[in-house]
């Protein structure tokens, strides 16, 4: 990706650039969908299991759920909303 920034103020272009940097860095793991996941709802199909320093949670390219401390925890509203989202 080429970013124009020449013509704009010093202190802008550090933000931006940040910006940029905060927004492309992956700070989670994908985890593999264990059997108890799965057989939660059928819904579970459809979003992704991650786990980060906070825990696990389902995400979609459009939204994310909290964290949970393991994957028995995460409710099946919260699997069946995240799959609605994408």
């Known amino acids: 990706m080429v970013i124009g920034l020449g013509r704009l103020p ?5 933000g931006i650039l940040k910006s940029i940097k905060m927004a492309t860095k992956k700070t ?16 579970a199909k ?3 299991l991650a786990k ?7 995400y979609t390219h459009r939204w ?6 393991t994957i028995g925890a995460i ?9 609605s989202t994408g």
């Open 10 to 14: 010093k202190r802008l272009k550090k």
């Open 28 to 43: 989670y793991t994908v985890v593999t969908k264990p059997k108890e996941f799965l057989d939660k709802t059928p819904k």
């Open 46 to 48: 459809g979003c992704t």
């Open 52 to 58: 980060d320093k906070d825990g696990y949670f389902v």
């Open 64 to 69: 994310a759920s909290k964290r949970y401390k």
């Open 75 to 83: 409710p099946k509203k919260i699997i069946e909303f995240c799959e």
